[in-house]
């Protein structure tokens, strides 16, 4: 045990610490500006000099350790005239715009001069000038307030990993810039904003909007873009959400109001550009806010009770004119899990139809349940953070970065750290985080994970913990390095390296995305990853692009799953549902969501009911899902905005925004998350529509808030038995749940080694495919709707190798056109080295222009998931009109 005396004030500590973090632990505030929780201790603005007897000199309270018996004096005479000659330094070019800075009111510069003076200054010279910089679109540069901290430089090189800045020039004219100046180009995560003390960076968002003084509340949830689920602060005045920051609160801390404060959550006080720009489509003028029945063809306005009348009595006549199996839902990783479990409800146990499914079980929930089915309950609940901690990385089937950008931060850091990071598929953000990069040729993926378990498992022995999956390892057909080298186009040392690395990994972090199992052998690459964490003794990590996909799988928004994961072909639990609701419930599983677009153009879904979800812009051949949705007989429609299947259906709800209604999440680490109201919407909460509509079918869903709705998902399921609302807002709510077992224990029953080596394929090397790219900027369909998102990204591109490029003679910027059996679509070129040369890849993102106008698709027969493979297609150069032909792409 240390004993130090700061201030008079015995510390007792297990260990040393620095005299900055020992004085916290006393309740004593030491005054710094370069200093920063997310930072590693930098001593550069010397205000937290203090003075320790026995040592001649001031010592930097940031930097100077604890050592037993030191007493120290932090507000010493001679500390504080050293503090004034500090800010005096500071003030001589520092402009006294106070009054102009949107800064003022939370600026510590501006807090630390107020308490230490000094009160005039002894130079005369002038001050410097820099222009201010409105370069980049969502954030302003004023350098001329700049302090050289360094904080954002630390914040984007060492934690963002970015290094898109630097400290340029010297002496009086040094500033903070781009290396090679103008705009950042960066990843606009904004956390240098979090850590900038004074104005020298801002967000454009507020600019002269408000003042912190005039913030009405500040409101702590969660953010709604993506799976991780990050922690964050929305600052409100009026009806108006200004702001969203990172939640900096230590534990134990109260707000202006007296509200206790969660402290940074899972995300430690960083957030992506989604998460901290995106909110504006919340004030969107383009929110729906009004119901809308479809009448002689165009849109009318109605009352909240003529379109839930409406509704009931059209699904009444259809059920009754063609039967429960005639009527299909359509569930939303967007809405909360009360929305979506009142939705199941509504499908299963009003309607009597178990046609529900929802994106999640395209990849997410199909990935689950075949690991847990291997592996057993919860083996995907990890938590993020233990992705830096692990010994080894492997990322498969994404780009963590762009998918999950926090989570693709642990990777980051991981590297940062020396742990070896190996990466298979195309993942941008990772390009110089990664220890090895193997991107197979289209269609390859399954000889490379067949090598890589080849090498692995004759440099392991394996465990011998389930024997009846050891014996499928050992079946698993053995594809050699050269084998793979040929088929792979992948340099037979680079796959070496990768076979040695993994190895020697003892508990490594396997991150999975969904591009490995949307694949025409999707289902093998599953059991070929089993194979690998099994012998690696992984953690998994499946990456997840909607907030709330684990909750659409926890709340039984499957075909064939009931609520907490249960299977619908077990009887024993679809009879514990039926006992609870009094109703009886179909033991038909449901189709699948492409089943159901399909059964649609069949004629033999007539009625569809969707929620929160954009089928037609986010499924693959827009053409042939719109043609079976103009099909249906009656089409249901809730969300935020006007949506192109909005613009198809004969009743539209307007939702709430998740920043209008409180509910909960549940994350990729199956943590539970509370989602807080911070301002007041024109909408309805889904959950209260379609219990509106119940009602007037004759069943009542007696729900008074969402409380009401959690209570019971406690009680009917077992995964979220005894869990209290109180529970979740510690933030402690992650699996293991107190619940009973899920299923019967680990069974990998109807598991079998498939005639693998005649899966494995080639590609063609003269022709060109398309693949599907994860963008930055955007998420989903909503993203679109942000002025600020949009203003960053504002055009589709497609992304293409160097090699490709010099063969087409297009530059960055350029136009092409591609073309494909279901449509073209003219994109700017992106040129990068890393895309293999017979590859493109377009995001999906973009409303008519994304890479779903020409990607075909065709459903996996196990899984009744869309198979998203790379299409084949033909580019044109539009100024010449040049097509890519022959093996070397020749210019006609």
């Given at each position: 045990m240390i004993t130090v005396t700061i201030d008079g004030k015995k510390i007792t500590l297990q260990k040393a610490i620095t005299i900055l973090k020992a004085a916290e632990k006393a309740g004593i505030k030491i005054p710094t500006l370069c200093h920063h929780d997310m930072l590693e201790p930098y001593g550069g603005c010397r205000l937290c000099l203090v003075e320790i007897e026995k040592m001649p000199r001031l010592q930097t309270a940031c930097t100077q350790y604890v050592a037993d018996g030191m007493v120290?004096?932090?507000?010493?005479?001679?500390?504080?005239?050293?503090?004034?000659?500090?800010?005096?330094?500071?003030?001589?070019?520092?402009?006294?715009?106070?009054?102009?800075?949107?800064?003022?009111?939370?600026?510590?510069?501006?807090?630390?001069?107020?308490?230490?003076?000094?009160?005039?200054?002894?130079?005369?010279?002038?001050?410097?000038?820099?222009?201010?910089?409105?370069?980049?679109?969502?954030?302003?540069?004023?350098?001329?307030?700049?302090i050289l901290c360094a904080r954002c430089v630390r914040m984007c090189d060492k934690v963002q990993g970015a290094s898109a800045i630097s400290i340029t020039n010297r002496s009086s004219k040094s500033f903070v810039e781009p290396f090679s100046g103008g705009r950042y180009n960066c990843e606009y995560c904004g956390n240098c904003l979090t850590v900038?003390?004074?104005?020298?960076?801002?967000?454009?968002?507020?600019?002269?909007?408000?003042r912190p003084w005039q913030i009405e509340k500040e409101v702590d949830t969660v953010c709604s873009f993506c799976g991780v689920g990050c922690s964050l602060t929305l600052q409100v005045r009026g009806?108006?959400?200004?702001?969203?920051?990172?939640?900096?609160?230590?534990?134990?801390?109260?707000?202006?109001?007296?509200?206790?404060?969660?402290?940074?959550?899972?995300?430690?006080?960083?957030?992506?550009?989604?998460?901290?720009f995106g909110y504006d489509y919340v004030g969107s003028k383009n929110r729906l806010d009004s119901p809308l029945i479809k009448k002689d063809g165009e849109f009318k306005r109605a009352t909240w009770d003529e379109a839930f009348s409406y509704i009931a009595s059209r699904l009444k006549e259809i059920k009754d004119t063609y039967g429960s199996n005639s009527i299909a839902g359509i569930a939303s990783g967007r809405c909360t899990n009360e929305d979506n479990y009142v939705f199941q409800k509504f499908m299963r146990v009003v309607l009597g139809t178990n046609n529900i499914d929802s994106v999640a079980g395209f990849a997410y929930a199909q990935a689950q349940k075949f690991f847990e089915n291997i592996f057993g309950q919860g083996v995907t609940a990890n938590p993020i953070h233990g992705i830096a901690n692990s010994d080894g990385i492997f990322v498969v089937g994404g780009d963590p970065t762009s998918v999950n950008p926090v989570l693709g931060l642990q990777i980051r850091a991981g590297y940062q750290k020396a742990v070896p990071v190996i990466t298979m598929g195309y993942a941008n953000g990772l390009k110089i985080f990664s220890s090895k990069k193997l991107i197979p040729h289209p269609f390859t993926e399954t000889a490379l994970l067949l090598s890589l378990i080849t090498g692995i498992r004759n440099e392991r022995p394996l465990c011998g913990l389930n024997s009846a999956f050891e014996k499928i390892i050992r079946d698993i057909?053995?594809?050699?390095?050269?084998?793979?080298?040929?088929?792979?186009?992948?340099?037979?040392?680079?796959?070496?390296?990768?076979?040695?690395?993994?190895?020697?990994?003892?508990?490594?972090?396997?991150?999975?995305?969904?591009?490995?199992?949307?694949?025409t052998h999707g289902h093998t690459n599953l059991l070929l990853l089993a194979a690998l964490i099994y012998l690696l003794n992984g953690r998994i990590y499946l990456?997840?692009?909607?907030?709330n996909e684990q909750g659409l799988v926890d709340m039984g928004c499957l075909p064939d799953m009931l609520l907490g994961g249960r299977p619908m072909a077990v009887d024993i639990f679809r009879k514990r549902y039926e006992e609870f609701f009094g109703v009886e419930v179909s033991s038909d599983l449901g189709y699948s969501l492409m089943e159901m677009i399909d059964a649609a153009h069949h004629n033999k879904i007539k009625a569809m009911y969707v929620i929160g979800d954009d089928a037609v812009s986010n499924l693959p051949n827009r053409r042939y899902v719109s043609d079976a949705l103009s099909k249906l007989d009656f089409l249901v429609v809730h969300d935020v905005f006007m949506t192109d299947i909005a613009y198809m259906a004969d009743v539209v709800i307007p939702s709430l925004s998740w920043a209008e209604k409180e509910g909960s999440y549940t994350n990729l680490e199956r943590r539970l998350q509370m989602t807080k109201k911070a301002v007041d919407g024109i909408g309805i909460e889904d959950w209260k529509a379609i219990a509106n509509v119940s009602r007037m079918l004759g069943f009542d869903m007696d729900y008074r808030g969402f409380e009401d709705i959690f209570s019971e998902i406690t009680r009917v399921s077992p995964l979220y038995k005894d869990i209290s609302l109180?529970?979740?807002?510690?933030?402690?709510?992650?699996?293991?749940?107190?619940?009973?077992?899920?299923?019967?224990?680990?069974?990998?029953?109807?598991?079998?080694?498939?005639?693998?080596?005649?899966?494995?394929?080639?590609?063609?090397?003269?022709?060109?495919?398309?693949?599907?790219?994860?963008?930055?900027?955007?998420?989903?369909?909503?993203?679109?709707?942000?002025?600020?998102?949009?203003?960053?990204?504002?055009?589709?591109?497609?992304?293409?190798?160097?090699?490709?490029?010099?063969?087409?003679?297009?530059?960055?910027?350029?136009?092409?056109?591609?073309?494909?059996?279901?449509?073209?679509?003219d994109l700017s070129v992106q040129i990068d080295s890393d895309v293999p040369r017979n590859v493109i890849l377009i995001p999906k993102n973009y409303n008519g222009t994304g890479v779903f106008e020409v990607m075909k698709w065709q459903m996996h027969l196990v899984t009744k998931s869309p198979i998203m493979d790379f299409t084949e297609c033909v580019i044109k150069k539009r100024q010449v009109e040049a097509e890519v032909l022959g093996e070397k792409g020749v210019l006609v």
């Open positions: 120290i004096w932090t507000e010493t005479e001679r500390v504080v005239e050293a503090r004034k000659g500090i800010l005096e330094f500071l003030l001589i070019n520092h402009p006294l715009d106070c009054p102009y800075c949107d800064k003022a009111g939370e600026c510590d510069l501006q807090d630390l001069v107020v308490k230490y003076g000094p009160s005039t200054g002894r130079f005369v010279e002038g001050k410097r000038t820099h222009p201010e910089n409105y370069d980049d679109p969502i954030i302003v540069r004023n350098m001329e307030r700049c900038c003390p004074v104005g020298a960076i801002m967000s454009r968002l507020h600019k002269h909007t408000y009806n108006s959400i200004v702001r969203a920051i990172p939640v900096l609160h230590p534990k134990g801390s109260y707000d202006f109001l007296g509200t206790p404060r969660h402290d940074k959550g899972l995300n430690k006080g960083l957030l992506c550009n989604r998460g901290r057909p053995v594809v050699e390095i050269e084998e793979a080298q040929e088929i792979c186009g992948i340099a037979s040392k680079d796959i070496n390296y990768a076979i040695d690395t993994l190895s020697v990994m003892t508990n490594p972090a396997i991150i999975i995305g969904r591009d490995i199992i949307q694949k990456l997840s692009e909607l907030p109180e529970d979740i807002n510690t933030g402690q709510c992650m699996w293991p749940y107190k619940g009973e077992p899920l299923r019967h224990g680990m069974s990998i029953e109807g598991i079998e080694i498939p005639d693998i080596k005649s899966m494995i394929e080639r590609s063609d090397r003269r022709k060109i495919y398309i693949g599907i790219d994860d963008p930055l900027f955007q998420a989903d369909s909503l993203s679109r709707n942000s002025d600020a998102l949009m203003s960053i990204a504002p055009e589709p591109y497609v992304r293409i190798s160097k090699t490709l490029s010099q063969e087409l003679l297009v530059a960055n910027g350029e136009d092409i056109t591609v073309q494909t059996d279901y449509g073209s679509v």
